[in-house]
């Protein structure tokens, strides 16, 4: 097992920079994802810290150790891609131990660490079948028992489920979770899929263009998001964003929005205007009639127990997230009432949470 911890790790290809100054630390047995859109740096993060990539700036460092110009096979991490690609001609026990095979590792050791990996992921009875003949799940299994096996220090899993259909994968997120809790190594799971990160990691990045947005507990980034972006990446629908101006007098510790206040930090410059968005999350907006935010239902989308009304408002379209059974008309005219206690508050040019 291992703490991993990069600092101010940069990653340029040729003028453009892919890494920009990436700082955190991941606690030995952890599982931390690395979650962002494509083309926001999570891989190349991910490859450096396998050493497969060489940092143009920064250091990342294993157990306090500095390893950024360690060569990758000195590291003792195992990097795994997608879980799929399994060798046809070797039945399942020489899958799983072809890793230790290659290390020069004795027979009688191989067989003997093999047995206990495919105890470990419950697939003794597989061991001597062909992969062919597997299901996909099993195939999922013998995959990640080859990646097991050498019992690196960590782990680094690079969208291993993003071959697969949705129900599939998310029965493999629980088996995944499952068995990181048994095995207790440190893993680093880069996806792009919010739901997996939220429902594996014990602690989440959340990657924007290179830089590092938000590190927090799932709830934390869902419920107090760092920016505008994190805000609007988690969460199905996203949160609403309702802009509006404020005039801002330094000392001032509430902002107004219609004829709500609302508090935040002590403003500490005078501006005749600022722009602001007020952020709710669907879940936190209800029907109410004598509510300041009015406009028309534009629509509804039923998803059994909800239901996701959107409104439109002076301030755009809001989502809602409403009980099925609750009555809607599209065309009425409705107010939407906020919770006010989990509203968040952005500074629009900065793009950052004000409270
Ligand atoms: P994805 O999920 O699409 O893989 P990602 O978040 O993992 O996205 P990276 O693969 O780390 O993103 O890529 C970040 C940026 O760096 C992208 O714009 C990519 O095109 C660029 N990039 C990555 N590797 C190289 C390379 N070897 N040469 C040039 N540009 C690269």
């Not at 001597?128 to 028992?145: E, F, Y």
């Not at 722009?275 to 039923?302: C, K, N, Q, T």
């Amino acid at each position: 097992m291992a703490q991993i911890r990069v600092e101010n790790l940069r990653k340029s290809f040729d003028q453009f920079a892919a890494v920009q100054g990436s700082n955190f630390t991941i606690d030995d047995g952890a599982f931390f994802a690395m979650l962002g859109p494509s083309g926001c740096g999570k891989t190349t993060t991910l490859r450096m810290i396998a050493g497969l990539e060489l940092p143009t700036e920064g250091k990342i460092l294993l157990d306090n150790e500095d390893v950024t110009f360690q060569r990758a096979s000195a590291r003792d991490i195992a990097f795994v891609f997608q879980l799929f690609a399994l060798y046809p001609h070797m039945n399942v026990a020489e899958n799983i131990g072809f890793p230790l095979k290659c290390q020069g590792m004795a027979r009688r050791d191989i067989h003997q660490r093999v047995q206990e990996t495919a105890k470990l992921l419950r697939i003794e009875h597989l061991l001597s079948s062909k992969t062919s003949k597997l299901s996909g799940g099993d195939r999922q299994r013998v995959a990640l028992g080859r990646a097991i096996v050498r019992r690196p220090k960590a782990f680094l899993m690079d969208e291993p489920l993003g071959a697969l259909d949705s129900e599939f994968r998310h029965l493999m997120c629980s088996e995944l979770r499952d068995l990181h809790d048994r095995i207790g190594a440190t893993t680093v799971y880069v996806t792009h899929d919010q739901l997996e990160a939220m429902s594996m990691a014990d602690r989440i990045a959340v990657m924007n263009e290179g830089r590092v947005e938000q590190i927090g507990f799932p709830q934390e980034i869902y419920d107090r998001p760092a920016s505008m972006f994190v805000a609007d990446f988690i969460g199905s629908p996203p949160m609403n964003f309702l802009r509006f101006e404020a005039g801002l007098r330094s000392g001032d510790r509430t902002i107004s929005f219609h004829d709500t206040s609302i508090a935040v930090p002590e403003i500490r410059e005078d501006r005749a205007s600022a722009g602001m968005a007020l952020g709710v999350r669907p879940e936190h907006i209800r029907f109410a009639d004598a509510a300041p935010v009015r406009g028309e239902v534009f629509g509804a989308e039923y998803l059994g127990t909800t239901q996701i009304v959107t409104v439109d408002t002076a301030h755009g379209r809001i989502a809602a997230r409403l009980p099925s059974s609750a009555p809607v008309r599209i065309g009425e005219r409705v107010g939407l009432e906020f919770r006010s206690e989990r509203l968040a508050l952005f500074d629009v040019a900065s793009g950052l949470a004000i409270r």
